[in-house]
Each structure stands twice: as C-alpha cells, then as structure tokens.
C-alpha cells in the first residue's frame, strides 16, 4: 500500500496541488487525469520519490515496490544488445540465482557432519524457493514474449541498443518495468510511441497485471479498458472517482448538477429567511422567531461552488466547394531501394470522407501523407478532384514555424475568414491562454510549438485536411474540441493517429497499411478491429478443422463409446463451471437490482433537490439531503459489488479460477 498524506507542492508563490490525500492499494489500476499543467507528471515523480516531499507525506509498505516510465525516457549507452538490456530487468534475480549456484559449490565441498550443514540447506532451500517464485528459470519466453509483444522482431534481439531510435528505447525501457512487475507500475504516457498492434497488446497485459496500476494517458480508449479507479487532479485539487474515465466523466457531471441543484436550494432559503429578518425585525411579537432564523442562518453550512476549468470550443472555417471525387489513387506504391513499403493502392475518397491511417511503426503512414502532400515522389497516379484545396500537417512541422513572431500572429497570418477573437479561441483550446499568446515562437517548448503549428494549419481555408499524429501533445479537453469540430467538418480528412477514441469519432474508412500492402475498410476503427478479429477467428478455426482433419487421416475411425465419453466429459465440465459461476452469478443480478433501484431513487431525489418548495422547509430539505448522501454510497457500494462479480466471473470463464 502507498498514502499520500496532505501533500503541497508550490511553484512561484503558486500551489501546484495543496493538502492533497489518496492512497493505492495491491491491485488498484488508476487513471490520474487532468490538463496539461495541473501536476500528474510531478505527482507520480514525487510518489516514486524523484521529486521532493515533506517526511512522512509519502509512505508506503516496505513491501511495496514502486517504478516509473516517465514520458521521455533516457537510457545510457552501454553497449548491450537489445536482450541484454531486458535481461537487466532480472538483475536482482540473477544474483540470488549467482548465491545459489555458490551456495550449491560450498555444500558440495561440505563435510556432511559439519554443524553449518543444517543452516546451508535451510537457504538453499529458501534461495531455491525464491527463484522458482520469480519465474528466472522460463526468463527467456518472458522477456522475448513482452520485447515481441511491444512490436520487436527476432532479428532485433542481438542488435546493440544504440542503433534503435527515441520511440523504441522507450518501448524497451516499458518492456523492463513490465518484466520487473513491481507492486505499483507508474506510466506517464506509455502509448506515444505505440502503434495500435503494440498498443492492443500493452493494454491486454496491463488488463491482466496482477499488481496496481497508475496510467497517465490521453487516449480515452486505453484508460477505459485498463482502469478502475480515476484521480482528477484540477485546481489544485484531487478527487477520487470509483470507475473508468467514461464513468468518471458522467460522474463529474452528475456532482456538478447536483451541487448547483443544492448552492440553489440553499442561496434561495438564505433570501427567504434573510426577507422575513429583514420585515420583522422590530416587530415584537415576532422577536423570538427573528432571533430564531438569525442563530440558523449563523449555524448553517454554507454550500460553495467549486471552481471549474474553462469550456472552450472551435469551428472550422467553411470548405470550400468541390467536386465529388476529392482523391483518386491508382495503383499507388512506395519503395526505398530493395525495400516495399507497400503497393498496387487504388481508392477514390469522395467529398466528405475521413479517412483514418493505420499501421505498425515503419509501414509507411507518415510516408504515404508525403506522398499524398506532394513531399514525396510516388509511384502510380495520384489525383485530386475539381477544386480541391489542401493542408498538410507533419510531425515536425513546427520547425518551420517563424521564432521571431508572437503565437498569436502566427496563427492569425494564416486565419483568411476568422477574427481574433475566433483565433484566440481556438489557441485557448491548443492551451495558449492570457499572456501565453503573445509569446515569442522561439521561447516555447517542442510541444507548445508543436501545438502552434496545428492551430496554424487549422485555420487555414482548406476542404481536404492531411494530419499525421495531431494529437500529439494535446490533452483530453484540447482532443475533445477538435474532435468535435472534426466530426462538423464538411470537408474530407487523411488521418493518421494512434489515439483510437479521437479518431474513432469521425472516420467513416480505414486505410490499413501491413506488410507491403494497403487495405481500405469501410467504418470506424472499432469497424476494422472487429473485422480483425472475426478474421482471426475463421483463420483459427481452418487450423482447427486442418488438425482435425489431419489426425482423422492418421488415426483409426473413433469408436461411438469414445464419443460418448468425450460427450459426459464435456457435460461434466460445463457443470463444473456452472457450479462454481452460480454464486457471482446471484451476485452480480442482486448488484443489478440494486443498482436499479438506488438509482432510481437518487434520480426522485435529485427532482425533490430541485424544485424549488423544498427550500421553504429546512427540515425537509435536511433530511432529503441525507438521505441523498445515503443513497449515493450505496450506489458506490453497489457497483463495486458488481464489478467485483463481473471480475470474478471473467477469470473463471478464463480458467484462471
């Protein structure tokens, strides 16, 4: 278990967070969510103790092992080839297996009747079960499964780690802390480097991770299929919320509602009692029930709004018309010397349509937007349609990016129909806010540039958007307003993004791009992965009837009482399984139920909260309030009690119960 006690952190006279107090247990997967700027990264630095804290702040069981990717990671050149450098994520099991390998040699030279035997094999044994515990004797299937998993090829084991690039040391250095399994794994942004292949694997294994979790990620997707648990840090401020960031969002909103509901009620009955002090004040008879009111108005606590961040939102300027057919591909390729990136691409994209890029790293994504921008040669014909007007965003197109101009000209030379105002919106939804926009170009950061450079192609009258990777470096709240102005768009886009819950949102294809040739599919990308799997299926299931098949061939035609057998055997078990899902099962349907009707309740109170005849009786207004908080523990409680079954469930349907 780790706590955080009351932790402060200050920046410039300003807190960062202040008196801030949580705790992980064994298991716990948390997504830690805020904008950018509000202290997730220097929060998980300061738990895995990079960053300072007052003594006792942080505690933790001795137990409790903590390690942590940060978002750029840094590894020194050693030397070591790719295997070497995962095998050092066994370091410390590799020196017990090295005292145990000495201990075997000084028993071996031991006289049986020396007085040390009985304490030697006491640790050799305790040495023996340690390792056997550990999993070093099968270390490397372990360390070749994660190194593969992460998008790693065979031949790249015995590669020396300096030849690999940024994105791929960081995989490796993700590949460590994977295989070191520590009681709490703290990952700051580990799919920025991830192809979606690399990205469904990573999230599969994490699913699985018996130990806790503490995710930082902008992508929706990832965070709602690995956490249970999210932490809001806003404000300074951090609250707990009991599910995934989906939840975790309606939540938000429900408490918001609520609360207004309630400043409401209670600003409403303040007026009304401070109306009837005011009018009885000096009549006597009313004297008592004057001194009344005011000792109730002094006794009461005062309900305060909290502070909320900032909504902003962003349209594209109009597109321009065109023709139906925007793009017309004919068998299209791409090569480097000897190597085929891919080839034979035909494709017409039609006016409207949002097109989203996928692949694994390498396979020519980014390459293909060149192409299709007019910066790389290309063979085959590309094609545009009758007035079609195109903008083109690059990873790296903030190097070119003029450092002697203010954020806010930068993006406003390139804006021909929108005012100021219109661009100062649209930088406050890229995190450039007050005094940020006049900012010189050449002081920002690699992301801020980044971030001007595609507001600066945003606003640029355009109906044919070309945008590799436009995500990167934007939060949850800058994603969602250029999602939802992407959905609005009337124009066509070429997407290419690893961020499956921003782009899931408006693409209606999928151009897949995998090993040297390019499919397009009809629909989203939860379209193109179910397709995916199905095919995995039918490809699973040839091999299946192909073995059966096989060994028919070779066997002797089975007997109707082997069949038989086979048939009980396969009753037997599903009973087995029935018997041990039967009480979850009870479980989980009561949890539903109750579920049900808790929240039915909270929505009758809620109505009550806020009509307006309840803040003429406090009484009432009391009670009704308590029994709202009742009501929401017990449909805490309840949904806990629910996940808790569909967990068990899911493992023994797993076999692993």
């Not at 100021?420 to 995190?431: D, E, H, K, N």
Request: overall charge negative.
């Amino acid at each position: 278990m780790l706590s955080i006690n009351n932790l402060s952190l200050q920046f410039g006279g300003q807190y960062l967070f202040k008196d801030i107090s949580a705790q992980i247990q064994r298991g716990d997967h948390v997504g830690l969510v805020g904008v950018n700027g509000a202290g997730k990264s220097t929060l998980m630095r300061t738990m895995c103790g990079l960053a300072d804290s007052d003594p006792g702040v942080i505690t933790r069981a001795s137990w409790f092992t903590v390690a942590y990717l940060p978002q750029e990671p840094k590894l020194t050149d050693s030397g070591r080839t790719l295997y070497e450098e995962a095998e050092r994520a066994f370091d410390a099991v590799l020196a017990q297996q090295k005292k145990l390998e000495t201990l075997h040699r000084d028993l071996a030279d031991l006289d049986p009747n020396d007085p040390r035997m009985d304490s030697l094999l006491q640790r050799q044994g305790e040495l023996q079960h340690a390792l056997e515990e550990s999993g070093v004797f099968n270390m490397q299937p372990r360390i070749e499964r994660v190194l593969f998993g992460l998008g790693f090829k065979s031949q790249d084991l015995a590669r020396p780690v300096n030849q690999f690039s940024g994105g791929w040391v960081m995989r490796l250095l993700l590949a460590k802390l994977l295989l070191q399994q520590p009681a709490l794994l703290l990952l700051d942004e580990p799919t920025n480097h991830l192809d979606l292949d690399s990205l469904t694997w990573l999230e599969d294994f994490l699913q699985q991770y018996q130990g806790a979790i503490m995710l930082i990620s902008h992508d929706r997707s990832f965070l709602d299929h690995i956490t249970s648990t999210t932490w809001e840090l806003s404000l300074g401020k951090l609250t707990v919320y009991r599910g995934n960031y989906s939840h975790y969002v309606l939540e938000k909103a429900q408490r918001l509602e609520q609360e207004r509901a309630a400043y409401e009620n209670q600003q409403a009955m303040i007026r009304q009692t401070e109306r009837f002090i005011t009018r009885f004040r000096y009549k006597a008879t009313k004297a008592r029930q004057v001194q009344s009111r005011v000792k109730q108005l002094e006794k009461l606590e005062m309900i305060e709004l909290a502070d909320t961040e900032r909504s902003i939102h962003f349209s594209f300027p109009p597109a321009a018309p065109s023709g139906r057919d925007m793009l017309t591909l004919k068998d299209v390729g791409k090569r480097f010397g000897d190597r085929e990136l891919f080839h034979g691409l035909s494709f017409t994209l039609r006016r409207g349509d949002k097109l989203g890029v996928i692949g694994v790293n390498g396979a020519g994504k980014t390459t293909f937007l060149k192409m299709l921008a007019g910066l790389e040669a290309a063979e085959g014909a590309i094609r545009y349609g009758h007035n079609v007007v195109l903008s083109y965003f690059g990873q790296h197109q903030a190097q070119e990016l003029a450092g002697e101009r203010s954020v806010v000209d930068t993006v406003y030379s390139a804006a021909a129909d929108l005012s100021i105002s219109q661009v100062r919106s649209l930088l406050g939804a890229f995190l450039f806010t007050g005094e940020a926009v006049e900012k010189q170009v050449r002081v920002l950061s690699g992301g801020e540039k980044s971030r001007v450079a595609l507001a600066k192609i945003l606003v640029r009258p355009a109906n044919l958007l070309l945008l590799d990777e436009p995500t990167n470096h934007l939060d949850m709240s800058s994603q969602e307003v250029l999602q939802e102005a992407m959905a609005r768009y009337e124009g066509s886009i070429i997407v290419v993004s690893h961020n499956r819950f921003f782009v899931n949102a408006f693409v209606n294809k999928v151009l897949e791009i995998k090993d040297g040739s390019a499919t397009i599919y009809e629909g989203n990308v939860d379209d193109y992965l179910e397709h995916r799997r199905l095919a995995a299926e039918r490809e699973q299931a040839q091999v299946q009837v192909n073995t059966r098949d096989t060994g028919a061939a070779e066997a002797e035609p089975e007997r109707s009482g082997d069949r038989r057998q086979q048939r009980r055997q396969r009753a037997q078990e599903r009973q087995a399984l029935n018997k041990k899902l039967g009480p979850w099962k009870k479980r989980n349907e009561e949890a539903e139920a109750e579920i049900n009707r808790e929240e039915a309740r909270k929505k009758e109170l809620e109505e009550l909260m806020a009509s307006p005849d309840l803040y003429g009786d406090q009484a009432r207004w009391a009670e009704i309030s308590r029994e709202y908080a009742q009501v929401q523990r017990h449909v805490e409680r309840a949904y806990q009690k629910w996940a808790e079954a569909q967990e068990a469930m899911a493992a023994i349907e797993a076999g692993e119960e």
